[in-house]
Antibody, heavy 118, light 107 residues
Framework: QVQLQQWGAGLLKPSETLSLTCSVSGGSLGSYYWTWIRQSPGKGLQWIGEVNYSGNSNYSPSLRSRATISVDTSNNQFSLKLRAVTAADTAVYYC????????????WGQGTMVTVSS | DIQMTQSPSSLSASIGDSVTITCRASQTINRYFNWYQHKPGKAPKLLIYEASSLQSGVSPRFSGSGSGTTFTLTITSLQPEDFATYYCQQSYTTPYTFGQGTILQIK
């Protein structure tokens, strides 16, 4: 059974870079897309972007200029970097697997709370 | 972006009741549509994919229907573990978008 374990810094200052990693166990990166989703306090879920094992990526237009999602096939991991964070980026960040055709987020990480504060 | 609008935003129900949540898309999305359950401090859980297909391991008390722009999630015989927030999501095109959520509370 595939499981996702995520980690990263939980407290950042404005203008710093958010960096999160998600490790895939019980399966490989191949044949799927892998995604990051966040939930700001008191708000709903927001899709950030996705990447496949070949490194092909797609992003939400609202975050494309600041976000990079990459894959590390040797370690069966994928990562999110979000540059120049502000308080508006404070959220719980989730990694997830994208089940393909039909697309759905079928396996999720445990979530990481990231707070941006000066 | 495709806007997803859920109704109601919250509802109260009793154990054993049945409830229905509706989600509308701002444009047709065929059946590229999913439902998730989210509990505080936990990761969201996929319940229904492709509008009406039950995800493996999910109770058959959950069912989904709809196509085009209007979709529903029905939960029958409510159990204590069903009280949570429910989100709809379109997978028709990126950026994938979610509804604002429906909070299901115990009456």
């Amino acid at each position: 059974q595939v499981q996702l374990q995520q980690w990263g810094a939980g407290l950042l200052k404005p203008s710093e870079t958010l960096s999160l990693t998600c490790s895939v166990s019980g399966g490989s990166l191949g044949s799927y897309y892998w995604t990051w989703i966040r939930q700001s306090p008191g708000k709903g879920l927001q899709w950030i972007g996705e990447v496949n094992y070949s490194g092909n990526s797609n992003y939400s237009p609202s975050l494309r200029s600041r976000a990079t999602i990459s894959v590390d096939t040797s370690n069966n991991q994928f990562s999110l970097k979000l540059r120049a964070v502000t308080a508006a980026d404070t959220a719980v960040y989730y990694c997830a697997r994208v089940q393909r055709f039909p697309d759905a987020f079928d396996v999720w990480g445990q979530g990481t709370m990231v707070t941006v504060s000066s | 972006d495709i806007q997803m609008t859920q109704s109601p935003s919250s509802l109260s129900a009793s154990i054993g009741d049945s409830v229905t949540i509706t989600c509308r898309a701002s444009q047709t999305i065929n059946r590229y549509f999913n439902w998730y359950q989210h509990k505080p401090g936990k990761a969201p859980k996929l319940l229904i994919y492709e509008a009406s297909s039950l995800q493996s391991g999910v109770s058959p008390r959950f069912s989904g229907s709809g196509s085009g722009t209007t979709f529903t999630l029905t939960i029958t015989s409510l159990q204590p573990e069903d009280f949570a927030t429910y989100y709809c999501q379109q997978s028709y095109t990126t950026p994938y978008t979610f509804g604002q959520g429906t909070i299901l509370q115990i009456k």
